[in-house]
């Protein structure tokens, strides 16, 4: 069977396709474990090349409808995670590149793999920036009414709605994920309003300052990137009869706030005798503006209840960052 990952030169999906060329196989559209014979990378660019045989990077704008169709190609069976994505700050600054990128290039994998005649799996990467205002509650669950208010909120709340659709028609078998902020990402801090959750663990450790843009004492939903990963494979091998009419499914997560993050990396550093470089306060309007309209707390027990994994503490998923990319 064969593969594509949208987004697949960013973080999460460079760590997918990883864990899926380790993994093997995956259901196809026999019903069965099927061995994965070409993963289709599709991204703007790709930083670091993957050296496997069986993965083929395309280079291409996600908005254009011709480059997607081409990637996705026409093998039945072929299963896609849709990862490719405009980030929350961006969307705020630039509606109509969001509109674009998010909304058009979603319905754009969406009918890409509608044209496969509903073999397909699709799993599309959603967030929980589909929630805000008035109807958010403490903690939100998948029941929560979707009133995003933002436009990144806004263009994924859509695409789950498509996502639902596209299956309910038997275009495809499709699942969303909504996904909670996913620490620690390595890198440097990008555009995305919710970057200071990596921030304020990431740098500390490599001995840097982190300029927090938000209050001490926001609460904000935090999970793994290997928890997410395992949980997008977890969600497609998921049997289509364990859905509702709601085929979105939100991840469990750990509510953290900054003054929480520092006492683990605290703890951390004394166990390796690191010196850590200080979190200091950099307020700014937009940032917690946006942060604001976000969940301080999300229910998981649904994906739980399907086989999804919990993540484990935060000092672990600090740990696994460590692990995976090290530190200074």
Request: charged content about 25%; glycine content about 10%.
């Amino acid at each position: 069977m064969n593969v594509i990952i949208t987004g697949g030169g960013g973080f999460l999906g460079s760590q997918l396709c990883r864990k899926l060329l380790t993994v093997g196989e995956l259901t196809g559209a026999s019903g069965g474990k099927e061995p994965i014979d070409e993963i289709v990378l599709l991204d703007a660019c790709f930083p670091k090349p993957v050296e496997d045989p069986r993965v083929r990077m395309v280079a291409g704008d996600i908005s254009d409808r011709d480059v997607v169709h081409a990637a996705v190609g026409v093998v039945p069976g072929t299963s896609v995670f849709h990862l490719a994505s405009m980030v929350s700050g961006e969307c705020e600054l630039r509606f109509d590149d969001a509109m674009r990128v998010n909304l058009d290039g979603g319905r754009n994998v969406f009918e890409a793999a509608r044209a496969l005649k509903g073999t397909s799996r699709v799993v599309f990467a959603s967030s929980i920036a589909c929630f805000g205002g008035e109807a958010m509650e403490n903690p939100n669950t998948d029941r929560t009414k979707l009133t995003p208010q933002t436009t990144y909120g806004m263009t994924k709340a859509m695409c789950e709605l498509m996502v639902n659709d596209y299956s309910r028609k038997g275009f495809f078998d499709g699942r969303s994920v909504r996904l909670p902020t996913v620490i620690v990402r390595p890198g440097k801090p990008n555009a995305a309003a919710s970057s200071w959750a990596s921030g304020m663990f990431r740098e500390p450790l490599n001995g840097e300052t982190c300029l927090l843009p938000v209050r001490r004492s926001q609460r904000h939903p935090m999970t793994g990137y290997r928890t997410v990963v395992e949980s997008m494979i977890a969600l497609h091998e998921i049997p289509a009869d364990r859905f509702s009419d709601d085929r979105a499914v939100g991840l469990p997560a750990h509510s953290v706030t900054p003054a929480i993050a520092q006492m683990v990396i605290a703890e951390i550093a004394k166990e390796r005798g690191v010196v850590l470089g200080p979190i200091e306060d950099a307020f700014e309007e937009r940032i917690q503006s946006i942060v604001d309209n976000w969940p301080v707390a999300v229910d998981g027990r649904r994906a739980v209840a399907l086989g999804l994994p919990h993540p484990p503490s935060v000092k672990h998923l600090v740990e696994q960052y460590l692990e995976d990319f090290g530190q200074r």
